[in-house]
């Protein structure tokens, strides 16, 4: 399966009914990561990739070519995790208030789209994207 065929999958799905076991399971086996929003402050992460990033109006999550870049210590400003935030690659939500889609996402990582849908409207524009793709991005930074 490619991000393609999982974003297909997974266009139109209702807001709150979004993943599947199979869904899940497929992404997981594919080593795909699926990104979608819930309420205005939860940046989902489901499939290679399973957590939820706090995000109130909007965040970045930051990602290195094994997953997303957790801080192991109490200091935000301890210089091993700012070495590796500086060279993150992000995905930025963006929460929109003023109409739909409340949340989209802004990222260097190749990926598709899908729509949640809510009430009719589209209420998130999610992304799919292969783990590869961020290894691809982070031996493509090396070599320059």
């Given at each position: 399966?490619?991000?393609?065929q999982?974003?297909?999958?997974?266009?139109?799905?209702?807001?709150?009914?979004?993943?599947?076991?199979a869904?899940?399971?497929?992404?997981?086996?594919?080593?795909?990561?699926?990104?979608?929003?819930?309420?205005?402050?939860?940046?989902?992460?489901?499939?290679?990739?399973t957590?939820?990033?706090?995000?109130?109006?909007?965040?970045?999550?930051?990602?290195?070519?094994e997953g997303?870049?957790?801080?192991?210590c109490?200091?935000?400003?301890?210089?091993?995790?700012q070495?590796?935030?500086?060279?993150?690659?992000?995905?930025?939500?963006?929460?929109?208030?003023?109409?739909n889609?409340?949340?989209?996402?802004?990222?260097?990582?190749?990926?598709?789209?899908?729509?949640?849908?809510g009430?009719g409207?589209?209420?998130c524009r999610?992304i799919?994207?292969h783990m590869d793709?961020?290894?691809?991005?982070?031996?493509?930074?090396?070599?320059?």
């Amino acid at each position: 399966m490619d991000a393609k065929q999982l974003a297909d999958m997974l266009d139109g799905r209702e807001y709150g009914q979004e993943m599947t076991d199979a869904i899940f399971a497929a992404a997981k086996m594919s080593k795909m990561v699926i990104v979608f929003g819930a309420s205005d402050d939860i940046m989902i992460f489901r499939g290679a990739i399973t957590c939820e990033v706090d995000c109130f109006d909007g965040g970045t999550a930051c990602l290195n070519y094994e997953g997303l870049i957790k801080n192991k210590c109490d200091n935000e400003d301890c210089p091993y995790f700012q070495k590796l935030l500086q060279s993150a690659i992000t995905i930025e939500a963006v929460w929109n208030t003023n109409g739909n889609p409340c949340w989209t996402y802004e990222t260097a990582i190749p990926h598709e789209t899908f729509d949640i849908v809510g009430d009719g409207d589209i209420y998130c524009r999610g992304i799919v994207f292969h783990m590869d793709a961020l290894k691809c991005l982070f031996c493509k930074e090396e070599s320059e």
